[in-house]
């Protein structure tokens, strides 16, 4: 089972650093320096995004595609985390560690896509991950997954 669950995480990390900097978000080259790359991409607004995608999902005045896509993949793209976290590090157990542990992952991740100009810093993509995350972390302490696991 361990090594299933291992080979498992394999493909979803390699799938996560796809989606999050290889993907067609944002871009490398650019005239902009990286203050201005910063400025102009950036949203430090919370659930901004979120109303916006909310808003435009039931007046139809957008690709209905568009934010499906991100708030559903943005919830959904962390969930797993919440479950192999606390498998394979045993000290991320508790919701408080885990939920440190989240906060600074998702930061790192999200400034690294800004400083390589492969994404944006939106810090409710930021919400959602780590909304995601706490689902699959209570997903995780279920009794039916700790005896699936035993």
């Known amino acids: 089972m361990k090594v299933v669950i291992s080979l498992s995480l394999v493909f979803y ?25 910063i400025k102009s991409s950036s949203n430090f607004v ?3 995004t979120i ?16 934010p499906i896509k991100n708030l559903a993949g943005n919830f959904i793209m962390f ?33 690294t896509q800004l400083v390589i100009r492969r994404g944006s810093f939106d810090i409710d993509d930021f919400i959602l991950n780590m909304f995601g995350a706490l689902i699959g972390f209570g997903i995780w302490k279920t009794k039916f997954v700790q005896k699936l696991l035993k």
Not at 51 to 65: A, E, K, Y
Not at 83 to 110: D, G, Q, T, W
């Open 79 to 111: 969930l797993p985390m919440g479950i192999y976290l606390p498998y394979f590090i045993k000290r991320i157990n508790k919701a408080s560690v885990f939920s440190i542990s989240m906060i600074i992952l998702l930061f790192v991740i999200e400034v």
């Open 46 to 48: 919370p659930f901004k």
């Open 13 to 37: 990390l390699f799938a996560l650093v796809v989606l999050l900097f290889f993907g067609t978000r944002g871009y490398i080259w650019t005239d902009l320096t990286l203050i201005e790359y």
């Open 51 to 66: 109303s916006t995608f909310i808003r435009v999902f039931f007046d139809g005045s957008m690709n209905m595609d568009i």
